[in-house]
Structures are given as C-alpha cells and as structure tokens.
C-alpha cells in the first residue's frame, strides 16, 4: 500500500494507496489506468486486473505474480478440490481419471443446470463423487440474477445471463468475449443451479475455450482427450499422441511465458507441446503470441492461437 501510494504521488496523481478499500476498488481496473509507471509496462502488466469486477476474488493473474508470496489464493481451490479427488482416490486409476475426465467436461458445459439435469448426470457416477458434485459444486442461483420468476440462459455456454443497459449479456467473460448476446432457453429460477465461484473462475472460463478447441478438432478426424490423466494437460489426442495441449488465457503474454518457462507442468509429458491462446485475448492484446512466443525461446513449448492449432493440426 505504502508503494501504491508513493508511485501515485511521484507520478503526480491522487494517493489511492492509504486506504485498503480504495485501493481495492482499483484493482478492478487494468493496472496500466491506474499504475502508469515503466516498470508495469515492461512487464507486461498493463491490461492486468488483480481483482475479477464480476466476482471479487483474485484473477488468475494476481495468484500467478503473489505466487512464492506465501499463497492464502491457493488454499481456496484446494479445499473447494480436495474433496472431489479424495472421492476420486478411492477407485483404480481408470475410472478415476474417467470420472474426473466426465466430471469436468459436465461443468463447463453446464454452468448452470436444472436439478433434474444435474440428477441424471449423476446417476452414473459413484455415490462419493456424486455427494460431492451435487453438495460442493453447485449452488441455488442467486436472485440478483433473475429477472421475476424466470432466468434466461445463454445460447452459447448455458450459463445465466444478466440484464444489463442494451441487452442481456453472458456471465462467462470468455464466451461473451467472442461471441454476440444470443439468448438461449427462458426456465424457472428455482428449477436452476449454478456453478460455485471456484469453479467458475478454475474450470468454466478457462474451460469455454479448450472445449471450443476440443469441438473444432474433433470435427476435423481427431481423437480428443479432455483433461487427460486426471488433468496432466488440458487437451491431448488420444492415448500415446504425442501433441499435448494446455490453454491459457492470461491478459499478460510475459507473465504466461515466464511461468510456463518455470513450470511447464504436464506439457512436458509430450514430444509436441502447444500453448493454445484463444482467439478473443489474441486480437484484444496487440502482438500476443509473438511476444508470448519471446518469452518462451529455448523452450520446447510453441505458442499459437487456437485457430492456428487447428489449421496446423489439420484433419486426422
Ligand atoms: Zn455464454
């Protein structure tokens, strides 16, 4: 705070670092409108929001820079996950990484269900997931959202949408990122569940463009595994492929390359390793896989958008 406030001060513009509120409501905003020092700039973090306006919680991006800080962000996923994994340990490997595999395609595609919808999903799971999912996952859709008695959902990503001054806009910032407001089916609000915060901001949004990619190669040929081994990588094309598939969606093409240059996590496992990045963040960030593609030199990993990796993927 005490930092925030000397920057701003040094730079000549109001002290919004004194008081923890104020400084909080900024972190809403990109810091390059209300940080403009060179540092953020060379770092890349101009059109980095810390803070979700939507949802107040870190953004992927904060929990990236605060990593090594002594994480209280990860903690959160952890207990809203730990129970779903320790109800998957109690099967073999397959059908753990089955259920896991089921699971999550289930949530991105459904972010907001009917309960009736949600029960028949479930009946094929074993009861230990199925307790956790239906008690952990979801939650009553909260009455902000629905306009009288009904709530619309989204043609697109099924989740709600909400009125807004034009029109009715999607939740899911990746979707509403790439597509027009196309309102989809009008149901009861109290028929309806939606996904908790975690698993919005973990699995859905991210989750709209990997199965966006997963959808496009399929229909070209391709044998695509969602969130294999239990998530070892976003995407991959099929057992003993050798092109493994992460997506990501940071608004800094530096702080993806760095971290996927530290940590490259499951990508490794693969002989061709692709770091996807959606088409919306690539026309929104000027020169993105370029400069994500810096950042990433003497790595294995090659950046594309997710149309390039279907072109250059092709057909099976
Ligand atoms: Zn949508």
Redesign the pocket.
Same mark, same amino acid.
């Given at each position: 705070m005490a930092l925030v406030s000397r920057a701003r001060l040094t730079l000549g513009l109001s002290d919004v670092g004194a008081e923890i509120h104020q400084l909080l409501a900024q972190c809403t905003k990109p810091l390059g409108e209300w940080l403009p020092l060179p540092a953020v700039k060379e770092a890349g973090l101009n059109a980095v929001c810390l803070i979700d306006a939507e949802d107040y919680m870190p953004t992927l991006e904060a929990e990236e820079l605060s990593e090594g800080f002594g994480g209280m962000t990860g903690l959160l996923e952890e207990q809203v996950f730990a129970a779903f994994q320790d109800s998957l340990s109690k099967h073999s490997a397959k059908d753990a990484n089955d259920y896991y595999t089921a699971v999550r395609t289930f949530v991105v595609r459904n972010p907001v269900a009917t309960r009736k919808q949600l029960l028949k999903f479930l009946a094929a799971l074993p009861s230990a997931v199925w307790a956790c999912i239906e008690q952990q996952f979801y939650e009553p859709l909260p009455g902000a959202l629905v306009a009288g008695e009904t709530a619309t959902l @989204?043609?697109?990503?099924?989740?709600v949408?909400t009125a807004q001054p034009g029109g009715l806009r999607?939740?899911?910032a990746a @979707?509403?990122a790439e597509?027009a407001a196309?309102p989809g089916r009008t149901l009861p609000a109290a028929d309806l569940l939606r996904l908790n915060r975690s698993l919005r901001k973990y699995w859905l949004e991210p989750g709209?463009d990997e199965i966006r990619l997963a959808d496009r190669l399929a229909a070209r040929g391709h044998t695509v595994r969602m969130y294999p081994n239990r998530d070892m990588v976003d995407l991959d094309l099929g057992e003993g492929s050798p092109v493994g598939i992460d997506l990501k969606a940071y608004s800094s093409p530096e702080l993806l390359g760095e971290r996927l240059r530290r940590r490259p996590g499951g990508l490794k496992n693969y002989k061709t390793q692709l770091l996807v990045i959606p088409d919306w963040m690539a026309r929104r960030v000027p020169h993105y896989v370029e400069r994500v593609s810096a950042c990433l030199e003497g790595s294995s990993i090659r950046a594309l958008t997710l149309s390039d990796t279907v072109e250059v993927l092709g057909h099976a």
């Open positions: @989204c043609g697109h990503c099924n989740n949408m999607c939740m899911t @979707c509403a597509h196309t709209i």
